[in-house]
């Protein structure tokens, strides 16, 4: 009888673990299916995102691929399964407040080599910003890029703030 309870409680680990290792495998498999798709669908490039001021995960740098569009930049963090974008920045009246490299605080979070742009948008009235909504880093070369596509307008659109 012993014998038997043992085999069954041995079988039953190797199912555990076997379902374990599968749950994980397709986890996997998912995220990297995303990403691929993420970035097949052209103008993604990688970027930490955060709310200045705001609490929790919002307010500490998080990585994750910023894509362009034509009237706004969705940001995908790099560690989720979701489809869709969890910051979208509407590109209508979107300035930037200020540029700088990262501090002390940032760099434990962010790599060496990043700009940091502050991010807000124009008021009712047409003025800018005192303050950033959000604040971007990224290399230099995906910065040069960000900057065009925030200059540039595509053809037969005529947006007003």
Not at 61 to 70: D, K, M, N, V
Not at 109 to 127: C, F, H, K, N
């Amino acid at each position: 009888m012993e014998r038997l309870l043992q085999g069954i409680g041995f079988e039953t680990a190797q199912w555990t673990l076997l379902t374990v290792f599968l749950v994980g495998a397709v986890v996997l498999l998912a995220g990297a299916l995303r990403r691929s798709v993420i970035e097949r669908r052209g103008g993604a490039v990688e970027c930490y995102l955060r709310a200045p001021g705001a609490r929790g995960r919002r307010g500490t740098w998080r990585i994750g691929f910023g894509r362009y569009g034509s009237e706004s930049l969705g940001w995908f963090p790099i560690f989720s399964l979701r489809p869709r974008p969890t910051a979208t920045l509407s590109r209508r009246g979107l300035v930037i407040v200020g540029r700088r490299s990262p501090t002390a605080e940032d760099r434990s979070r962010l790599p060496g080599d990043m700009s940091v742009v502050g991010l807000g948008w124009l008021t009712g009235g047409g003025e800018e910003p005192e303050e950033a909504a959000f604040e971007l880093a990224m290399g230099e070369m995906a910065m040069t890029g960000f900057l065009s596509w925030l200059e540039s307008m595509p053809p037969g659109t005529r947006w007003e703030t």
